[in-house]
């Protein structure tokens, strides 16, 4: 597995939840890392993206403000800090590579994690 999601769970709303990307080396060092979410019965949406070189990031305006994407070089890992929760926010979260920046679709896929917001 060259890329796994962790760190999701059941939380309240206002809550804070951390996610982690564990991606293998040569992912980690060659590509930029998205994360994305889908919600029972909706698509795949776009939340958040880290160039490969760290400096540049994106996110939807849903969680704008609220959601922070950020590399740890140490440890391989793309994390993004979960501030704010809603209900709106359950959904499975998974990370993936982006083959160029600006998209906001996925390329390779790593397995996901559930978060679920209770009200």
């Known amino acids: 597995v060259q890329l796994q999601a962790s760190g999701g769970g059941l939380v309240q709303t206002g809550d804070s939840l951390r996610l982690s990307c564990a991606a293998s080396g040569r992912i980690f060092a060659t590509s930029h890392i998205g994360w994305f979410r889908q919600a029972p019965g909706k698509e795949r949406e776009f939340v958040a993206a880290?160039?490969?070189?760290?400096?540049?990031?994106d996110y939807a305006d849903s969680v704008k403000g609220r959601f922070t994407i950020s590399r740890n070089d140490a440890r391989n890992t793309i994390d993004l800090q979960l501030n704010g929760l809603k209900p709106e926010d359950t959904a499975v979260y998974y990370c993936a590579t982006i083959t160029f920046w600006g998209s906001k679709d996925g390329n390779y896929w790593g397995q996901g994690t559930q978060v679920t917001v209770s009200s």
């Open positions: 880290i160039r490969r070189s760290g400096r540049s990031t």
